[in-house]
């Protein structure tokens, strides 16, 4: 399968790409000067792609977009969440619109934060979304993908908090456990719907054949209150998780990122994707401890 990457340099970008790279053929799109014939330039800002690009795809997969979690939420920054979602994926779309044969299928990124701060409501791919910040630039970010040419099957990826060592959350769940200092965040009553980056790459590479369209909750099926999740990590690592850090100094520290990334619960069923027949490697919060006690993850 020829696969077309926007977003390909990210943390999730890079993980998929090791994991297809050896069964399909990858093109990744770049706003430089391509680097080789497996790379296209592209402007998401001003809408520039040629649409000849998705006449040699079979897939395209959309992880475009400015990190979340890449620094505080200045009226910029919060502009940049929206702009760089919205854009990317429009230009795409237009893109395959204008295709003599646009890709047969397109895995476009949105988030858990669809579904705001809904505490223990279990939370399938039909519930509606919150009334956060993150909601509405994940209903927007999905807006725009659904817009793709008829006959593309459309799936809009709502992933959970990726585990991986090299990036994201775990590492600064991690450091403050490995000085002795660790602990929950808030209550630590909140659900934290967390996902391995290899499942995650994993389900994404599912996701690319299994007849399933639509919005998809990807994250582990036994979502975990944060207590819990930093409970088994503790564990694992030997470290005592006693310290925590109030919700007052979380939202003092860090404003509006820790009330809709930090503090939210979202008790998210991965009920599409697990009816699809992909099954995890990691499933329950021990299982990710293991994992990262032998720094598999």
Known sequence: MHILIAGASGLIGKALQNRLRDNHTITRLVRR???????????????????SVMDRADAVINLSGTSIAGGLWTRSHKESLYSSRIRSTRTLV????????????????????YYGNRGDEVLTEASGSGNLFLSDVCRRWEAEAVRAPEGVRTVLTRTGIVMSRKGGALPKLLLPMRLYAGGPLGSGQQWWPWITMTDEVRAMEHLLTAEVEGPVNLNAPQPERLQTLLTEL???????????????????????????????????????????????DAMTAADLAEQVRDRRV
């Open 94 to 113: 237009e893109a395959m619109r204008r295709a003599g044969s646009p890709p047969a299928v397109f895995l476009s990124q949105s988030a858990s934060g």
């Open 33 to 51: 000067a391509p680097a080789g014939p497996d790379e296209v330039a592209w402007d998401p800002a001003r809408g520039d792609l040629e649409p």
């Open 234 to 280: 503790g564990r694992a690592l030997h470290r005592p998780t006693r310290f925590r850090v109030p919700q007052k100094v979380l939202t003092v520290a860090m404003g509006q990122l820790a009330d809709e990334l930090l503090l939210v619960s979202a008790r998210m069923d991965p009920k599409v994707l697990t009816a699809s027949g992909f099954r995890f």
